[in-house]
């Protein structure tokens, strides 16, 4: 008895002394592991505030009579949903919440933050705070000009094309991404990645690359994303709601290439930027050359696998190939999604705790059953 409670007080203390000399993120990451929708209690973050007035969506006469067939219910039930939204003609069709889901409650839409990162870079190019998306990105930050930093530019940044050292994975305890989520170190960790080839020759998605564009945005305009997106983008789109933005630490850094909190109806809003190429109820918000730019393809570069051109992504926003459309879209981590459907002014907007691990090409196929759902819903 005596020895194996020596044992175990021996395997405690070798447990303790690993645990306390990994790094801050790692430690953080093995008490929290994967993350989730419902994040925002276990980081610092900070609120980009709602307008006083707002602009509500109006519900239309067909709201209470078109529902999801059974198969695409227990779909959405199988994935974990917690909303599901279907708007046309700014007109709420079809709203369904699961998990208890209160419609104000908001919850991380994860890397469709980057979609959002991306109008802030149109607003601060409409706006002259950036001269050109050709510029390098030492023009804004000096100290990123270190052998291949000093050419990568704000566009190639914009199209995951500036060949960062960045190790996209989820589920390693020392990925880049961990470190990004959970570290709390976001501007010295992001601005001392090396960059490893030729910027502006292929598409690789890299989170970090996203967060180096908040930072170019940032010393642009000279105040915090989030207080930018206040200014010129969420307000100006009248919201419902507050939204929340994680930072890395207490008074930190935004984690701008995943962690805008908000809800449905309010995320919907960036699907109807979409649909009007950048303008809100006649005053425009961000140009339309900016804005048609960012949802075509950037076929200049080759695609992930290097043999093709690039055909799904444009500035931080997915496009995708739906029955000969091309849809533009927000896409998040587990299944967040905006999607925009110019053909029937409608808008989708799908969150929750699980996404399909099925791919079509680049797409996970839950994204096209999510508009074959809506598809069968409107007139």
């Known amino acids: ?17 690993i645990y306390f000399s990994l790094p801050q993120y790692a430690r953080k990451a093995l008490i929290y592991l994967y993350p989730d929708i419902d994040d925002l209690a276990l980081f610092c973050h900070t609120t980009v505030n709602a307008p006083d007035t707002c602009w509500e969506w109006k519900i239309s006469e ?32 079809y709203e369904g919440y699961w998990d208890d889901r209160e419609p104000s409650r908001t919850s991380n839409i994860f890397s469709a933050t980057k979609s959002i990162v ?18 390098p990105v030492s023009k804004y930050i000096p100290s990123y000009n270190k052998g291949l930093q000093s050419k990568v530019t704000i566009r190639n940044l914009l199209t995951m094309s500036g060949s960062m050292d960045w190790d996209e994975s989820y589920a390693s305890l020392f990925s880049a991404t961990t470190h990004g989520y959970y570290g709390n170190d976001l501007y010295k960790f992001i601005t001392n990645l090396e960059v490893t080839s030729e910027p502006g020759v292929q598409y690789t998605y890299r989170s970090g690359e ?52 908000t809800t449905a109806r309010d995320a919907a809003r960036f699907g109807r930027l979409m649909l009007h190429k950048g303008e809100w109820n006649g005053r425009r918000i961000i140009s339309e050359k900016y804005m048609q730019e960012a949802m075509t393809p950037a076929s200049y570069l080759k ?37 925009a459907i110019p053909e029937k002014d409608a808008i989708v907007v799908r969150l929750g705790h699980k996404r399909s691990d099925k791919y079509i090409r680049e797409t996970t196929e839950d994204n096209y059953r999510y508009v074959d759902m809506a598809m069968k819903m409107l007139e």
């Open 303 to 339: 695609d992930q696998w290097g043999k093709d051109s690039l055909d799904y992504y444009g500035f931080l926003i997915w496009i995708m190939n739906y029955k000969g459309e091309r849809l533009p879209l927000f896409k998040g981590m587990l299944g967040q999604y905006i999607i």
């Open 210 to 261: 996203t967060q180096l564009l908040a930072f170019v945005v940032e010393a642009a305009t000279g105040e915090t994303i989030s207080s930018y997106a206040e200014r010129k983008l969420w307000k100006p789109i009248m919201p419902s709601d507050n939204a929340y933005w994680l930072l890395d630490k207490e008074d930190g850094d935004e984690k701008a290439f995943c962690c805008f909190h």
């Open 62 to 93: 067909r709201y209470g009579t078109v529902f999801p067939d059974s198969a695409d219910e227990a779909y959405l039930r199988e994935k974990r949903s917690v909303a599901y939204l279907l708007i046309q003609h700014d007109s709420i069709i």
């Open 1 to 17: 008895m005596k020895k194996t409670i020596t044992i175990i007080s021996a395997a405690v203390l070798l447990l303790t002394i």
């Open 118 to 135: 991306s109008l802030l870079t149109g607003i601060a190019l409409d706006e002259g705070k950036i001269s050109s998306l050709d510029d």
